[in-house]
């Protein structure tokens, strides 16, 4: 009797640059696969295996290290920039090669290659094992387009100053309102390098990811389309806040920083519907002490309820006495379960930062946004949150590059209860919907999903 051929399984290795803002989306699209029949391994650098907190959702999804060559302080223990970039791509290259031998020989065998656009020397070694490629942007698409016309000299730097910045699909930017590594140009030349090297051999991949939606940035995507094969696959928020087609997907996965979900959301409970401004920079952002400051007095005047995340290393910066405060009207914590304040009917808006993750999830949770924007992408993505979209306003900077607290407050009046609150809040709703059906079945991230795990056969 002829025996029974076992059906092969398309397994693909994950591989994010190691922050948790690019951990979070490439996790949750792998997931994404995994419910479709394939396998996925996701490969972290030794030092944020040792940790990191991997959440129950994540169990389908297999874990190795590669190194950076800073196995036991990350970043944190390199000498700059330029200095951790150069070594993860000479040792990370050696090991990821290691890896995929490793895993050929003892199984199961690997088909693709997912990798973040941080890290274009992994196509190179994709294609060694003859691997199919596909770059991940875990940023916006128009940031890249941005990226991409600067890589190839298409836009003039530096920025001269009171001249728009033209760029097809996007709408004319000033200096300001481009990414800081252009607009700030030599400032962190090593991150500049990274960034725009993204494309640096993108036209040897086989498919170009974003974790955006179609219907969210139409005119940049159709024109990306016309030179490589773009497909959106976002946004990639856990499925149970969106289609919830996986019953247990409830968290991203993995956490950098242990969230106090007790005391943030039993907080909440006790505020009324929409009544919380939540405050939080993610998990990179460093603000100048004197913006710390300026965002606590704004906070403190405001006649609204708020939630503040200030990291441990942040927490000297606030001002003395403020957290003897009774925290009746406020509360501040070092970590939250962001996905679920933000969907808590007590929140009424997010000051935030403005990385990417944070606007998807505003939008498509549908929380109104103040943007504050401190470095990298943040302030075209702010751009885009009050000018594009219309979910929210920016926070422009005074005197000495910091948001004063006279200016966030009325930011933060304008959302809740000014004259653009209404048409803000009916902006919101229509993202919130138009997110939740382009991952939902049929919707267009869907769609592409589907067409990605067939072309992998």
Not at 171 to 198: A, C, H, I, K, R
Not at 203 to 219: C, I, M, P, Q, R
Request: hydrophobic letters at 40%; glycine letters at 8%.
């Amino acid at each position: 009797m002829a025996s029974e051929e076992k059906v092969h399984k398309a397994h693909v290795l994950v591989l994010p640059y190691p922050a948790q803002g690019h951990i979070n989306p490439m996790l949750q699209f792998s997931k994404r696969l995994v419910a479709r029949g394939l396998r996925a391994t996701l490969a972290t650098t030794v030092h944020l295996a040792a940790t990191t907190l991997l959440h129950p959702s994540a169990a389908a999804i297999a874990v190795e290290t590669i190194s950076d060559g800073f196995d036991h302080g990350g970043y944190a223990q390199a000498k700059s920039p330029e200095d951790y970039l150069a070594q993860f791509r000479t040792t990370g290259a050696q090991t990821l090669t290691q890896l995929i031998t490793r895993l050929n020989s003892s199984g199961p065998r690997v088909d693709a290659l997912i990798y973040d656009g941080f890290l274009p020397w992994a196509l190179d070694v994709a294609q060694q094992f003859g691997l199919v490629g596909a770059i991940f942007f875990t940023q916006s698409c128009a940031v890249n387009n941005i990226y991409y016309h600067a890589y190839e000299g298409l836009i003039r730097l530096p920025l001269s100053e009171g001249r728009p910045v033209l760029v097809p699909g996007l709408p004319p930017l000033e200096p300001w309102e481009t990414p800081s590594f252009v607009s700030d140009y030599g400032s962190y030349p090593g991150f500049y390098e990274m960034v725009v090297n993204q494309f640096s051999n993108i036209e040897k991949v086989d498919w170009v990811l974003f974790n955006s939606f179609y219907e969210l940035e139409e005119e940049v995507v159709d024109w990306m389309a016309q030179k490589w094969k773009v497909r959106t696959i976002g946004p990639t928020l856990p499925s149970m806040y969106m289609d919830k087609q996986l019953q247990d997907d409830t968290d991203y996965g993995i956490s950098l920083f242990k969230p106090e979900t007790t005391s943030c959301l039993n907080w909440l409970s006790t505020k009324p519907t929409k009544s919380v401004i939540y405050v939080s920079f993610g998990s990179m952002a460093e603000l100048e002490t004197e913006q710390v400051e300026e965002i606590a007095w704004a906070l403190n005047e405001t006649t609204y309820n708020f939630l503040w995340i200030v990291r441990a290393s942040e927490k000297s910066k606030l001002p003395e006495n403020f957290l003897e405060c009774p925290n009746e009207k406020g509360l501040v914590v070092t970590w939250s379960p962001q996905l679920e304040v933000l969907s808590h009917e007590s929140v009424g808006c997010f000051v935030t930062h403005c990385g990417f993750n944070s606007v998807l999830e505003a939008v498509s949770l549908g929380v109104p946004v103040v943007g504050v924007p401190v470095w990298t992408d943040q302030g075209t993505n702010a751009k885009y949150v009050e000018d594009v979209w219309g979910v929210g306003v920016r926070a422009r900077k005074g005197e000495g590059g910091i948001v004063r607290r006279g200016n966030l407050g009325k930011c933060i009046n304008e959302v809740m209860r000014g004259q653009r609150a209404e048409e803000i809040k009916r902006n919101v709703v229509k993202w919130k919907s138009l997110a939740k059906e382009a991952i939902g079945e049929g919707g267009s991230s869907n769609k592409n999903i589907d067409e990605f795990v067939a072309g992998l056969g």
